[in-house]
């Protein structure tokens, strides 16, 4: 089937999609109330975002979500958005934008496929079962068509698979390379199992690690499903407050994403929360997939050692081993998750740049960083904590 034969629209709000149609694309495998294998591009998910104002006018993410269709038929459907900026979207493109318009162009708005806020990797051009060929590539070409005809600088297509990044780029896109530090399941009975996989002083720093955090004066709890409350949203709110200021100056996410959250994401979440005192302290917020937790947010009003990789490290892996997942993706950055047991695992983005000469440059660019991200990901496998050879454990 071609993809002439497939009709792209573009709808500006979720209002305008039926739930069951976007989530025939978007999580197939969720039909009959299975557990999505990626909670970010579900229905839900999106249109929290929508309704609670963290995307949309005056935030510089501008709703124009693509749908593909066949004769009525919702075969295909892409999370699009016109950006305004380069935040909240965790693969910088500030030099690209500053030297284009150095250049004389302009760089924003550009066009952004991405789950606005969320370095996680999933699909990005999501198709029903049965048209994922026609869906993926009519979507491509009707995201480019859109970012030619109203001359806009740039499509960009963040944290999608492997497989989507080889297909684009037999479309034209050009890929990204990138890193993150995820931790693997190798069937482990309890974190004890995952210990002995260490080198003895990896595992007795992390036997340490934990032991400080948890001797923090308080209680660790960890909540889901209807376990969650408002009053853990209260909480967590003023932790995420001061995390986002610090690092973004002001928070992505509104308040009322998080009591949007509790009606409807509810299930697709774990919260860790630490107490002491009678008043929670900090905190941690997963969300869950199929096969995958997906660390996203962590903030605190009382500093404690240790405390911080307690809760968003160590116990995701013990939410991880207990759920059966095979993964926890722990966010973008940080090398001190090497240390933890989390190791260096590549992430993709895609790109097509509307100018010729402006695509060579970023071309040539991406060719040289492809090689020292694959450089860097081997050396720092190379430091990760688990054991080498019997030589060492036994020194």
């Known amino acids: 089937m071609s993809a002439q034969e497939v009709e792209i629209r573009i709808i500006g709000s979720l209002s305008d999609i039926d739930a069951a149609d976007w989530d025939a694309c978007a999580c197939p495998e969720a039909v009959g109330g299975a557990r999505p294998n990626d909670p970010f591009t579900t229905h839900r998910f999106l249109k929290a975002l929508e309704d609670s104002g963290s995307v949309g006018p005056g935030t510089g993410w501008q709703p124009q979500y693509l749908t593909a269709s066949i004769e009525g038929q919702i075969i295909g459907v892409a999370p699009l958005y016109a950006k305004s900026h380069s935040q909240g979207e965790y693969i910088f493109d500030h030099a690209w934008a500053s030297a284009y318009e150095r250049a004389g162009g302009h760089y924003y708005p550009k066009l952004q496929v991405a789950v606005p806020h969320t370095p996680a990797t999933g699909r990005r051009f999501l198709t029903r079962t049965g048209f994922e060929e026609a869906g993926f590539d ?223 440059a970023v071309g040539d660019y991406l060719e040289a960083e492809r090689a020292a991200v694959d450089e860097e990901i081997e050396v720092l496998t190379e430091y990760g904590p688990f054991k080498k050879t019997e030589i060492e454990e036994q020194e």
């Not at 993150?180 to 690690?209: C, I, P, T, V």
């Not at 660390?295 to 081993?321: K, M, N, P, Q, V």
């Open 138 to 360: 009519a979507l491509v070409q009707g995201a480019v068509q859109l970012t030619q005809n109203n001359n806009l600088s740039s499509l960009n297509v963040t944290f999608c698979t492997g497989d989507e990044a080889q297909r684009a780029e037999k479309l034209g896109l050009m890929p990204r390379k990138s890193q993150q530090f995820h931790w693997r399941n190798d069937g482990y009975a309890d974190f004890d199992g995952f210990l002995d996989d260490l080198s003895s002083r990896k595992r007795k720093n992390m036997r340490k690690e934990r032991a400080t955090a948890q001797g923090f004066g308080g209680t660790i709890h960890t909540f889901t499903g209807d376990e969650i409350t408002p009053e853990h949203w209260d909480a967590f709110w003023v932790f995420y407050q001061d995390t986002g200021m610090r690092k973004w100056g002001t928070p992505y996410l509104t308040r009322a994403f998080f009591d949007i959250a509790q009606e409807v994401l509810r299930d697709d979440m774990a919260l860790v929360l630490a107490q002491r005192n009678g008043r929670w302290i900090a905190g941690a917020l997963n969300f869950i997939g199929a096969d995958a937790l997906f660390g996203r947010y962590w903030g605190c009003t009382e500093h404690h050692s240790c405390l911080h990789f307690e809760l968003c490290y160590y116990r995701a892996i013990d939410i991880a081993i207990t759920m059966g997942l095979g993964t926890v993706e722990a966010g973008a950055q940080g090398e001190h998750k090497l240390a933890r047991g989390y190791l260096p695992t590549p992430t993709w983005s895609l790109h097509w740049m509307r100018d010729a000469g402006f695509a060579r």
